[in-house]
């Protein structure tokens, strides 16, 4: 659907598989044995994290509602009100699958009482005089609540209203005036909720292997860069990649390689002739007709990348072709109609790393302020010089380990454990409950636990860069204030913790291992108690699924 409304997201794709495939080929050097077929490229590069915006209370439960039919829980509460210079009129929340992630919509909700009475008053008439949702799509929502599931019938019918009617883009709007005005007073996303006919997806994002490759791939493709600008960005994002492609980042980009499999791999050898090669290849992939993306209406790629510097693999890094401006036809009361314009939907892409704990996350945003506050002094860095750009960004994240093992150590990040053969066959002789010593010695192996969700910050970012507004304070006269339970009361359902998923993850597995080296009587009274409750709230979260 959303490829044949904006043909650049397609092309966006075929970018992103190209530049995909050379990661696995310039890998398959490296790791003898390791390779993807299609299929496995196809799915792997496939996964998708998709955006909608909401106007209502009303219309936000029928949307949970919706995908509650797909398994789809909300997870973690965003709000966009309070971050400072980039904040949103919006609060929101990520529908996914506790159990299969791989494919998520952040879904946020415009909330109303950030705008002055009479603004408010405009914003509500306009909102309830649409119905996004059909009235069979009210019944079959209402169905799978009633019965815990549909058929396939009426499943298929679901999707049908969704591709049809709820998510499509219809290019018409209404009231140009009240979007003016909220254009105009710095309330875009607004204006983009409010008088739209439906809950159009304003991105998709697709997963990609190296994000400093794809995004030097478009910017060449969009006709931002010239081939010796591509060749040295493109060299430095494989010379990187060449640096950080130990075992533990292949098992966390190839979820379904299992840690024997990675292990069972011979040792190639990358040189700097096989960089130039590479280089020389993928510049010869992307001179092609197909991918001559500047002959496609644009408006160009971001400058900088959101979320943390590549040597620091933590969260997600966000980027993204900038909104695309379209034809809109505005309908009025009357009758009368208005050709416009708008500006809001764009091309993201995205990289997943490893969930941080609190204190992770905590360091995390220290050092984002800090590279916040350094971008600030020179706003125009990374388009004058984007090597340097990325060194000084870098380099306010220097207090964090740049590998799983350290980041492990240092408690910054949640692992999954799990005891060797050598382990197995040692039980006996094990005494240490120390989990690094047991990983030292090759009695347990590690990976870590891939993080899931997002990072309302550099959301914020990415929607600044594409409504051409950094930030919008509240026009209220008394600035409101939301939580959790706001949007689970809105909702009528409660929003999933996933520290609790990520830090449930890791307990259950330390557990195991414990057990499974007979070392639990050796486990002090209170790590094991701690363990233990971590363990059962994520155990039972499974229980509810399976039930």
């Known amino acids: ?75 973690n509460f965003y709000d966009m009100t309070s971050l400072g210079g980039k904040s949103q009129p919006i609060i929101a929340t990520a529908f996914r699958s506790r159990l299969n992630p791989e494919h998520r919509v952040f879904c946020s909700l415009l909330m109303i009482d950030s705008f002055t009475p009479d603004t408010r008053i405009r914003v509500e008439e306009r909102l309830s005089q649409r119905q996004v949702f059909s009235d069979r799509a009210r019944e079959l929502v209402a169905k799978n609540q009633e019965q815990g599931g549909l058929n396939e019938a009426d499943a298929e019918e679901l999707v049908r209203e969704g591709i ?35 809950h159009h997806l304003n ?47 292949m098992k966390l980009h190839f979820r379904h390689l299992t840690l024997e499999d990675i292990n069972a791999y011979g040792n190639g050898c990358i040189s700097a002739e096989d960089i130039s090669t590479f280089t020389d290849q993928i510049v010869e992939r992307l001179a092609v007709d197909a991918l001559r993306l500047s002959d496609l209406n644009h408006s160009g790629f971001k400058d900088f990348t959101e979320g943390p510097p590549a040597d620091t693999p933590i969260l997600l890094r966000q980027d993204s072709y900038k909104a695309l401006t379209e034809p809109v036809t505005f309908v009025e009361a009357d009758g009368s109609t208005t050709a416009a314009v708008h500006t809001a939907r764009f091309g993201e892409i995205e990289q997943r790393f490893y969930a941080t704990t609190p204190e992770g996350r905590k360091l995390y945003d220290e050092c984002l302020a800090n590279a916040e506050n350094v971008r600030a002094t020179n706003p125009d860095l990374a388009k004058q010089d984007f090597d340097a750009y990325q060194d000084s960004y870098a380099a306010s994240f220097a207090a ?83 939580s959790k339970e706001t949007l689970e009361q809105i909702m009528g359902r409660k929003i999933v913790d996933p520290d609790e998923i990520y830090s449930g993850i890791e307990a259950d597995s330390l557990l195991q291992v414990y057990s499974d080296l007979n ?8 790590e094991q108690k701690k363990l233990e409750s971590r363990s059962a709230a994520y155990r039972s979260m499974l229980n509810e699924i399976s039930s």
């Open 164 to 198: 049809s009617q709820i998510f499509k883009w219809t290019g018409r709007a209404h009231d140009y005036r009240l979007y003016n005005e909220l254009c105009d007073t710095g309330f875009k996303i607004a204006a983009d909720i409010a008088c739209f006919e439906s």
């Open 400 to 482: 964090f380990p740049k590998t799983l093992p350290e980041l492990l150590k240092k408690n910054m990040v949640y692992g999954r454990y799990s005891v060797t053969t050598a382990g197995k066959q040692q039980r006996q002789e094990v005494s240490t409950t120390d989990i690094d010593a047991l990983v030292e010695s090759g009695l347990v192996q590690y990976e870590g636990v891939r993080y899931e969700d997002f990072l309302p910050f550099s959301a914020a970012g990415i929607f600044a860069s594409n409504l051409g507004q950094y930030g919008t304070k509240s026009a209220a006269p008394e600035k409101p204030v939301y």
């Open 1 to 75: 659907m959303f490829g044949t409304e904006v043909p650049l997201y397609d092309k966006s794709l075929l970018v992103n598989r190209l530049c995909n495939q050379v990661v696995v080929e310039f890998l398959s050097k490296k790791y003898q044995g390791f390779n993807l077929n299609d299929e496995q490229l196809d799915k792997t590069s496939g996964e998708r994290h998709g955006a909608i915006r909401i106007g209502t209370p009303e219309e936000y439960r029928r949307v949970a509602g919706f995908f509650a039919a797909f398994d789809m829980e909300p997870h």
């Open 203 to 249: 991105h998709l994002t697709p997963n990609t292997f190296c994000m400093n490759l794809y995004t030097a791939a478009m910017k060449f493709c969009l006709g931002e860069s010239d081939e010796d600008t591509f060749r040295h960005r493109a060299a430095n994002a494989l010379n990187w990649l060449n640096g950080v492609s130990d075992r533990d980042y």
């Open 519 to 526: 070392l639990l009587d050796k486990l002090e009274a209170s």
